[in-house]
């Protein structure tokens, strides 16, 4: 089976700029997580997305927003970009709503803000 | 809520020498407990879960952790260490109802010297 895959790897943005992220998860897997890694805040949970509905959410300001399609593809989103938004930013899925014991994790996209 | 304490930001380490990573977590409840690698420019990709039942749990690439409760720890080890273990390794919790998502240590760093 292939892997959860992210898109784009990389990415440059400015100030004041939207971004989506892209994250198609392993064959079969309904359950998509985000992810924000920083240095200094580490790995911090965004939401997560089951049967195209959002099942949970972090602590997060409402510039953050994602949504899931009906074949599991899920995409991020963030509005009005500042520079605290530079991460990397990782998507995980597994089959069901229940499975935070069984995530598979993308290799990341890195958003820099400049 | 839950959280995890990895108490060395950086562990040095000399090729074929043993090496423990701490892990201490925090919570009024029971917990499900993982360890997590990242290679550079990578993923996270999971070493191995303690759900339920004995407290050694083995994961992949020789790796070993023990839950204990009293100490609310899950300290990972490895016998003897390779170049190829250099990366960075996260503690995470989650409830164990299953239904709750990971918190992250903020990781520790292996360097392995030759």
């Known amino acids: 089976k292939a892997g959860v895959t992210q898109t784009p790897r990389y990415l440059i943005k400015t100030r004041g700029q939207q971004v989506t992220l892209s994250c198609s998860p392993i064959?079969?897997?309904?359950?998509v997580s985000w992810y924000q890694q920083t240095p200094g805040q580490g790995l911090q949970f965004l939401f997560e997305?089951?049967?195209?509905?959002?099942?949970n959410k972090g602590n997060f300001p409402g510039r953050f927003s994602g949504r899931q399609f009906s074949n599991s593809r899920s995409e991020m989103n963030v509005s009005t970009l500042e520079l605290g938004d530079s991460a990397l930013y990782l998507c995980?899925?597994?089959?069901?709503?229940?499975?935070?014991?069984?995530?598979?994790f993308g290799p990341g996209t890195r958003l820099t803000v400049l | 809520a839950q959280s995890v304490t990895q108490l060395d930001s950086q562990v040095p380490v000399f090729e074929e020498a043993p090496v423990e990573l701490r892990c201490n977590y925090s919570?009024?409840?029971?917990?499900?407990l993982f360890w997590y690698v990242q290679y550079p420019n990578q993923g996270l990709q999971l070493l191995l879960k303690?759900?339920?039942?004995?407290?050694l749990v083995k994961g992949i690439n020789g790796f070993e952790a023990e839950f204990n409760k009293s100490q609310t720890s899950f300290h990972l080890r490895k016998p003897s260490v390779h170049i190829s273990d250099t990366a960075e390794y996260f503690c995470?919790?989650?409830?164990?109802?299953?239904?709750?998502?990971?918190?992250f240590g903020k990781g520790t760093r292996l360097s392995v010297i030759a």
């Open positions: 995470a919790v989650s409830l164990n109802s299953g239904n709750t998502p990971l918190v």
């Open positions: 995980a899925s597994s089959s069901d709503s229940y499975s935070y014991n069984e995530q598979f």
């Open positions: 997305y089951f049967s195209e509905t959002q099942r």
């Open positions: 919570s009024s409840v029971s917990v499900y």
């Open positions: 064959s079969g897997h309904r359950s």
């Open positions: 303690y759900l339920s039942g004995s407290t």
